[in-house]
């Protein structure tokens, strides 16, 4: 029976907008479908930037990370629009925190010099930041940020271009597998594609057999914006990306990109969930605003210590911190890339390139085997 297309897409954020834009610029016949709009703000591609860098604190992704530049610079050729700034990259804390230690190990058994900077060339070179007596810095030269919003949509106009179809306001509820096909359903139609790939974010649960991830789960991480004093203080030319671990706390931040205000957070989710419908995306708890308010108030002085924007990221999460990324059988029909735990965006246009080799080659030349979606039913 006829195809409506090789391979469909389900769920267009972040992981998918990147499947879609590599299969589409290789000639695949694909058709992505989104249950909101496109460049929606309620899942995991959203706060306007994300820390990117060459990846010790994640050892794992080092190798993917290597390509994933390349992968960022590609997209923004093809589609004109500014995707990574590199800025360098500051990691803070005492020596004895499991920041600072593990980042300094990993450093280490990579074959690499980690690059200090004393108290004296911080107040020289970065003043922002209010450093303690046994702080210690860690430099990274090969650090920066992605903007997540303009990404998706660079992905999204070029893969359109290139004659991917996308079906927006259409939620998938039924994925049906046969020999040689999978039927898509949705209310009112259904789709027949040779192969699917799931890219559905913090929704992928709904559409994902129970069995493959038993305790799978969704973090709520809250985004903080605080107004700056001193807006060429905090431009992406003087204030690189820093994670810091202070007061039993590991906190990120990022450069002003909107209106003199400052992204700094909570590195890692703050609530849990079982689905996304649970979330109160209006109802902000104050005691981490109050948390936060102090944490900046201690530490980067030269911002306002009030939060003046919020915004709130949904990502799934794996009992082991690890993404589901492979065929959920044998067959290779059903490709799964979900439950990146809150790690996933800078390595995107890998992702996106592998899940594009899976669709149409049925392999990928990447070693899976660690992310291979049904690991929790073998243990």
Same mark, same amino acid.
């Given at each position: 029976m006829e195809l409506d297309a090789q391979v469909g %897409?389900?769920?267009?954020?972040t992981m998918g907008s990147m499947a879609l834009w590599q299969l589409a610029s290789q000639g695949a016949s694909v058709i992505g479908f989104e249950q909101f709009r496109v460049g929606h703000e309620l899942g995991a591609g959203v706060g306007e930037a994300r820390q990117f860098r060459s990846n010790y604190l994640e050892h794992d992704v080092r190798e993917i990370m290597l390509q994933a530049e390349a992968g960022y610079r590609e997209l923004e050729q093809v589609s004109g629009l500014p995707l990574l700034t590199m800025t360098g990259g500051l990691t803070i804390g005492p020596a004895d925190s499991p920041l600072i230690s593990e980042l300094v190990k990993r450093i280490l058994d990579a074959g690499d010099d980690p690059v200090f900077l004393n108290h004296k060339e911080m107040a020289e070179r970065f003043p922002q930041h209010e450093l303690d007596e046994d702080d210690?810095? %860690?430099w990274n030269e090969n650090s920066g940020f992605v903007r997540p919003e303009n990404t998706i949509a660079a992905a999204i106009l070029t893969a359109r271009a290139a004659g991917a179809e996308i079906v927006e306001g259409c939620e998938i509820t039924d994925i049906e597998e046969h020999p040689d096909h999978v039927l898509l359903r949705s209310a009112d139609r259904v789709w027949r594609v040779r192969r699917v790939v799931l890219t559905a974010g913090p929704w992928i649960?709904?559409?994902l057999p129970k069995t493959?991830?038993?305790g799978g789960d969704l973090g709520r991480l809250l985004l903080t914006w605080f107004p700056s004093k001193d807006h060429e203080l905090f431009s992406p030319d003087h204030f690189p990306t820093f994670t810091r671990y202070a007061f039993g706390t590991t906190l990120y931040g990022l450069p002003s990109l909107w209106s003199g205000t400052v992204r700094v957070g909570f590195a890692g989710p703050r609530s849990r969930f079982s689905d996304p419908d649970e979330l109160n995306r209006i109802i902000v708890p104050q005691n981490e605003i109050d948390t936060i308010q102090g944490l900046v108030a201690r530490?980067?002085?030269d911002l306002f210590p009030i939060v003046v924007r919020t915004g709130t990221h949904l990502d799934a999460y794996t009992p082991d911190g690890q993404p589901l990324i492979g065929p959920l059988d044998s067959?290779?029909?059903i490709i799964a890339a979900a439950g990146f735990s809150g790690r996933g965006f800078k390595m995107a246009p890998v992702i996106g390139k592998i899940l594009a080799e899976l669709a149409v080659e049925g392999?990928?030349?990447?070693d899976l085997f660690?992310?291979?979606p049904r690991r929790f039913e073998e243990s």
């Open positions: %897409v389900v769920g267009i954020g210690i810095v %860690v649960w709904r559409v493959v991830v038993p530490l980067i002085p067959s290779g029909n392999a990928s030349r990447t660690r992310w291979r």
